[in-house]
């Protein structure tokens, strides 16, 4: 018996040929974002893939939006030695393997502080609540504008490269890539896709953060969702 492959040699993303669903550069997409503030309450939620420069995400959305409080989950997470013993026994000390897991995004953030964020949104009454980092989605569950600053992964790679970004709440900007990126392979990446499969028909934008200019795009959210895999339609 013959087998048939369906590998896509060929994958692409339909999206709106529309202008107006893309807005490039932080002037445009501030604007974009903008849309709303006038409600009385308004909960926005930037959750981003590891990688993504979140204190530059973060400092450009608050200058322009001028949020009356910032969530940066970030600050949220545990110290950077009690991530790495949760982690020791998944990452070994081979310099290649690890070991496949279910450590979610969730492990890595101080209970204390997750429910003390989670108690703020839960009770925010006025103004516009800015929600960024990865795993902010865990702090803001349902916002009232979910925002997903995505990134390639080749990218991912150059930056570790560069020394530009660590590893999830670790202080290992100066590791060899060959540990950041097992560790991102094993442990960040896979708990991140975890969360990204569970928000993907929640998303109302997405922000593309590979390059300097960044891109937002709307009404690109269809996705078909295989179980631990994601294929855009």
């Known amino acids: 018996m013959v087998r048939t492959s369906n590998y896509d040699k060929q994958p692409y993303v339909c999206v709106s040929t529309s202008a107006g669903q893309c807005w490039v550069g932080w002037r445009e997409i501030i604007e974009r974002l903008k849309a709303g503030s006038a409600e009385p309450r308004?909960?926005?939620?930037?959750?981003?893939?590891?990688?993504?420069?979140?204190?530059s995400i973060r400092d450009a959305l608050e200058e322009g939006l001028r949020p009356a409080?910032?969530?940066?989950?970030?600050?949220l997470l545990k110290p950077a030695r009690a991530i790495d013993d949760i982690l020791?026994?998944?990452?070994?000390d081979d310099p290649v393997f690890g070991h496949m897991n279910d450590v979610g995004l969730e492990a890595f953030f101080d209970q204390i502080k997750l429910n003390q964020a989670r108690e703020t949104v839960a009770h925010w009454e006025k103004g516009l609540l800015l929600v960024v980092g990865v795993g902010a989605a865990l702090v803001a569950s349902e916002p009232d504008v979910l925002v997903y600053a995505d990134m390639a992964r080749w990218e991912i790679q150059g930056r570790q490269r560069r020394?530009?970004?660590?590893?999830?709440?670790?202080?290992?900007?100066?590791e060899s890539l060959g540990l950041k990126?097992?560790?991102?392979f094993f442990v960040d990446w896979r708990a991140a896709d975890r969360l990204k499969n569970q928000l993907l028909q929640k998303i109302d934008f997405f922000l593309d953060t590979n390059s300097a200019t960044p891109k937002l795009g709307?009404?690109?959210?269809?996705y078909r969702c295989n179980p631990g895999s994601i294929q855009w339609i």
Not at 69 to 75: C, E, F, S, T
Not at 218 to 222: D, M, S, T, V
Request: aromatic share 8%; charged share 25%; proline share 4%.
């Open 181 to 184: 990126y097992k560790r991102a």
């Open 42 to 55: 308004r909960v926005l939620c930037v959750e981003c893939y590891p990688g993504c420069f979140e204190s």
């Open 88 to 92: 020791c026994e998944v990452l070994g």
């Open 218 to 222: 709307a009404e690109i959210c269809r």
């Open 69 to 75: 409080r910032v969530i940066y989950a970030p600050a």
């Open 163 to 174: 020394s530009e970004i660590s590893n999830i709440g670790a202080d290992n900007l100066t």
